[in-house]
């Protein structure tokens, strides 16, 4: 799952599906491909990930070699599995932080921060070694967001830094008004009531610095500002360049190639670590139900695609290549887009997309469809007296190039750098006031950065719900295999001669 959402952190719902205390389990409702995916098929792609991880600079980040070799095991595995995949290779903007960062105050009272505490380099920061007076735009906005209008900039001075809150659009937009204002550095802070500095990306390469300090650092800045006098100093040491990564796409050999199911993982790490959670857990799991979805026989009567997304960590770059590259045709002939990015984290809870925005918390629409997507997991889920709570669609992760696209989308997620509540602790298990997976980002995230029990569960809703939207996806957009066949029967026109016609 990548840094950061294009427009906002993970909102999370209080508002749980909650059927029972994590302790008391029934069976869910059977399904085969669940009985036939095992965790132990599983975390052997796991560990062969960290394998890959370690022999290659710790990490498969897009882009460097871990990824490279990432990419030739997925379609190898494909391969041994009876599929002919296609790698579809693709080019993006490398960024890499070349040196650590500075970020302090030099007047009126000088205080340093600390890099990956206090503050952190947005990806796609250009480099930079600036001091100048810092100036806050539209602090406490509401509405719309600080930096988010050009007005916003009204009498900005020029090449002084631009302290800006995080919210109300896509941190591009705040850095283009101010390189537009003039600013000679941007400082975008964290909203209140949410923990960390803003680990963001930009989306796109800028050539002055920009970071983003936790809320208690930018708040008192701007005070200070206010005072008049604040001095900063922005230093950053980047690169940028154009580099190649892949997209692995796999077509099952049944089904309808009309009414195409996408199951949809990332297939890179961040540069920081090995990603065995972020997103080995997705990959593996995929690479699992491919292995094992052939013995369902005719039951697999809607054609599967398995998406194993490049450059998910750079920006969602894989999956949005992908919808781009489609003509309109093939587009309308994918059924629904299927998402899964960390599925294993260890102070996990069962999340599930909110397809129907009945939490209110999307800040993308859903297309029409979702909500059965989402109604499918709670139902499997719900079998088992399972929890589960909504979480959000808001552009964090790979279903954003289907659902922009108008392609029904929904998948499940154990949770990122968000907090546990107490009230999800009491249903899951687990640590209130701890990160679901304290591994994030981070060179820790490796093969024993899992719950096994909320991995397992979440293994087989992926089977189970991959199973049955193979078989029927009439919930979703009216499509059954026996009615079309009949229908479209029905409709032939008849055969007079010896040479068919249509």
Known sequence: MRKAALASL??????????????????PTPSKLASLVTLKAVRHHQLNLEKIADANGGNRAAGLPGNKITVKYIADQLKRAGYTPQVQN???DFWQEKSPPTFAVTAPTPKTYTPDTDFETFQYSGSGDVTATATPVDPGATGTGSGCEAADFTGF???HIALIQRGGCLFSVKADNAVAAGASAVVIYQLPGTPGPVAGTLGKPYTLPVVGPTNAVGTDLVKQAQGGGLTLRVKTDTLTQKRETSNVIANTKRGRADNVVVLGAHNDSVAEGPGINDDGSGTAT???????????GAKVRNQVRFGFWGAEEEGLLGSQHYVNSLPQAERDKIALDLNFDMLASPNFVRFVYDGDNSAGQNNVEAPAGSGAIEKAFNDFFGSGKLATDPTPFNGRSDYNAFITAGIPAGGIF???????TPQQATVYGGTAGKPYD????QACDRYDNVSLTGFDQMIDGTAAVTELFANST????GNEYARKRAQNKAAAPQQTGPYATA
């Open 286 to 296: 995929l690479l699992a139900v491919a292995q094992q979805i052939g013995k369902l």
């Open 157 to 159: 001075p020029k090449g």
């Open 474 to 477: 009439l919930t979703v957009n």
């Open 438 to 441: 304290p591994c994030y980002h």
């Open 10 to 27: 993970l909102g999370l719902s209080l508002a749980a599906t909650t059927l029972t205390a994590a302790g008391a389990q029934a069976a």
């Open 414 to 420: 154990t949770g990122a750098e968000g907090i546990k």
């Open 90 to 92: 693709f080019t993006f």
